[in-house]
Structures are given as C-alpha cells and as structure tokens.
C-alpha cells in the first residue's frame, strides 16, 4: 500500500509535540522583564541558571529572585546588553534605613555571576579598622557623607559617629565560602552602592544594591543564541526540555516548539530542525519529545 502523505505524517507529528508541553513560561515577572538566559520556572530559559533564578509570590505580587546558599535576593533590573543584574539585599543599610546584619551576603562559587561595579561600606565596626589593608582611604568621604544619615542610630550609634568605625571596602571580595563575612570584620552592617549618582556626597541619592555580571559559560553556544532570538522574535520564549535540556521555543498558544512561535509553530524549515535537533543536538543525551515524534510517524507510516 502506497505510504501516507506527507501532511499526515506533519499531523501526528505536531500532535505528540503539542502534547509534550507541559511548562507555562512568562516573559515578565512582577515589573522586571524575563529573557533568555533566566526563566519563571523549571523548563524556561537556561538550565544553567534554573537553580538559582525563579519568579517567586508573596500572594500579592511577583518577585524574581537569585537564590544562593546564604539568601534569596530580590533582583530589581537586568541589562540584558551587558550581561548584568542589580541585587538589593534585605540585610543591606540604606541611608534611610540602617540595621545590623544577621546573615553574611553570599554567592555560591559555582553559580555564573561575579561581582562587578559594586562599592561596599562596612559600617559600626570596631576600630582600628583602618589599619587593615581592606580599607581604601581614598573613598574615606563615603563614610563620612553616609554617618550624616540620621538612621545611622539603629545601628547602636549617636549622630554623626566617628568615621573610624567606617571602611569603604575595595576592591571588595569575598572570603573562600564566597560570603561578605562581617564578623570575622568585626563590623555590625554594610551598604553596598552601585552609583554615586550627580552628588558623591550626598548619601540619598546613591544607588543601592549589588551588581553582579552573569555569564553563560562554555554551555552557551552560538547554535543556541541564534536559535533563541528566532525564537523571541517570533513572541515565543526560550526553554528547554528534559530528557537531554534540549532548546524548545514557548508558544503562547500552548506548544512547545523546535526553532519559533511562526506558521502556529511548524513549518517545512522546522521539520528540517525537528530532524537536527532529534539527532545532532549537542547537549540530549537521550530522545526528546521531538525524537519520539518521529518514532510515531515512523510507526503510523508502517500501518498503511
């Protein structure tokens, strides 16, 4: 019997891909946008970063966090261009708001961000701190303009202290547990700044928080990338899926696809892809749901 054609085979074949979606990705959470390489949940974005960026609730909003093994920190922008996000640490002193803090700030060594274009002021430490090669004297004007702050009270201290109980910390670096120990300092809390804004001097108008510079490493390939931004042009968002966290494009209708949102997700380029990917992909090891939509029409072409 002559063998089906070909739109059958396309049929089954959109059929067992649909049905293998089972992630609902966003493209924003709370206010803060959501690209490639981070994701809302398990199956969207990279696999590198799903352990330590998720969207999070508190029951009223949405709040995308970097969590590592010290804290869950809110990230409050991305710059998808340079590669960088902005922390802001709820242990952090602000000069509106200062308290001592309970927990070091931390990264685990093995997560793809650095610290980057971040100002640390130890703040309520015991002297002589200066001494010590932490310190960077030439940035000592930061601790005088941030002891103006009336707040600086609740760290246990009188109205414009003693500057010697401040050390702007730089380059700032972390200890072999990747943690900002304030202990072992001898310092009660920190401010950490990422802008000094028109007015050096003038502590409320600094930019608060924690730059980091996140990268993709080795995993990241061009195959990828190029794949991703078809994807993202098309409204779809980018994922992967298991076995093998090979890369499928979100569609809004419900689907999960092999390069874009396009034609309702399938076309004649993206059976060819279907094909490389179910095969050649570098990162399956084993069939995907794309492989074994082969399978089917294979098995479904036999029966005619």
């Not at 979606?21 to 959470?29: E, H, K, N, V, W």
């Not at 304030?182 to 928080?209: E, F, I, N, Q």
């Not at 004649?268 to 090891?285: A, G, K, V």
């Amino acid at each position: 019997m002559a063998a089906p054609p070909p739109q059958i085979l396309l049929f089954f074949l959109l059929i067992s891909s649909t049905v293998t979606a089972t992630t609902t990705c966003r493209d924003t959470c709370g206010s803060t946008q959501v690209k490639y390489p981070f994701g809302t949940g398990h199956g969207c974005g990279s696999p590198l970063f799903t352990a330590y960026i998720s969207c999070t609730s508190n029951g009223t909003s949405d709040q995308l966090t970097l969590k590592t093994h010290t804290a869950s920190y809110p990230i409050t922008s991305i710059s998808y261009p340079t590669s960088t996000l902005t922390l802001t640490p709820t242990t952090m002193s602000t000069c509106t708001s200062m308290h001592t803090s309970q927990t070091n700030f931390g990264l685990d060594w093995a997560a793809p961000f650095q610290l980057t274009s971040t100002t640390f002021i130890l703040l309520s430490c015991q002297p002589p701190l200066k001494a010590t090669p932490i310190c960077d004297p030439s940035l000592d004007y930061l601790c005088a303009s941030i002891y103006t702050c009336p707040s600086v009270v609740s760290l246990g201290m009188p109205l414009f202290p003693s500057a010697n109980t401040c050390c702007v910390y730089s380059p700032a670096n972390l200890d072999g547990k990747g943690e900002l120990d304030l202990k072992s300092m001898k310092c009660g809390g920190y401010a950490s700044v990422v802008s000094l804004g028109d007015t050096p001097t003038d502590p409320t108008h600094w930019v608060y928080g924690v730059n980091l510079k996140f990268s993709y490493g080795a995993l990241q390939s061009n195959y990828v990338t190029s794949k991703c931004n078809t994807c993202e042009y098309s409204g779809g968002i980018c994922g992967y899926a298991t076995p093998g966290d090979a890369f499928v494009c979100v569609c809004k209708g419900g689907y999960n696809t092999s390069l874009d949102c396009s034609n309702n997700g399938f076309n004649q380029n993206q059976l060819q892809d279907y094909l490389w990917d179910s095969h050649s992909s570098p990162t399956m090891s084993n069939p995907s749901g794309y492989g074994w939509s082969f399978i089917l029409a294979g098995i479904v072409s036999s029966l005619f």
